[in-house]
């Protein structure tokens, strides 16, 4: 079984904003094989799906950002799902707006939300779209940033690396994650 993650907050007033683009793109994909997340179950609303003969399992921890391991690990204990098979999209702040990246393997890099993965899952070994959200350019703290919505200027960006992340969770389905990498960084 295929995993992948969208981080972010649950809740409506965090719907819209940098933190949850994780949660966009699931609902892009969502959207994209008219599925709806139906189960429930550690802290995780989630669906599996096949999907061209591969069973695929769309998450969105509810544990709020920094708890986001606390709710996928159990999940996947459950299933007996493998970090070989997962996907984890997330907002990167060191990218901007728009752009993507894919990496096999790192750091949290100060992100907490994978920083709790890494300490739930016991690795950091597990496939990641990062997903650019760019750095406030004013004095704003970092906590602030991340959870305000896009300008409407970014919108365009924002849509685009929505579409090309949800393109690449696609092609990942099909593909190794490595040919993945190279398709689309």
């Known amino acids: 079984m295929k ?3 969208g981080l972010g907050n649950p809740g409506r007033k965090y719907e819209k904003t940098r933190h949850n683009i994780g949660f966009m793109v ?11 997340l139906d189960k ?11 999907i061209d003969g591969e069973k695929v399992m769309f998450v969105k921890p509810q544990t709020f950002m920094n708890l986001s391991g606390q709710a996928l690990r159990p999940l996947m204990d459950y299933y007996n799902a493998t970090t070989e098979d997962l996907l984890v999209v ?8 728009g752009k993507i990246r894919l990496r096999q393997t790192g750091s949290h890099g100060g992100h907490n939300g ?10 950091k070994e597990f496939n990641r779209i990062r997903v650019g959200i760019g750095r406030p350019t004013n004095s704003m703290p970092i906590v602030d940033y991340v959870l305000r919505p896009f300008s409407k200027e970014q919108n365009e960006d924002v849509l685009h690396s929505i579409l090309t992340s949800s393109d690449a969770c696609e092609y990942w389905l099909k593909n190794p994650f490595l040919k993945t990498m190279n398709e689309y960084n």
């Not at 699931?26 to 709806?36: A, G, H, W």
């Not at 429930?40 to 096949?50: H, L, R, S």
């Open 3 to 5: 995993v992948i993650v």
């Open 26 to 36: 699931i609902d892009e994909l969502l959207k994209r094989y008219s599925i709806t």
């Open 40 to 50: 429930q179950k550690f802290n995780a609303d989630y669906a599996i799906e096949f």
């Open 90 to 97: 997330y907002d990167d702040l060191d990218l901007p707006t």
């Open 114 to 123: 994978i920083r709790s993965l890494i300490e739930h899952l016991g690795t």
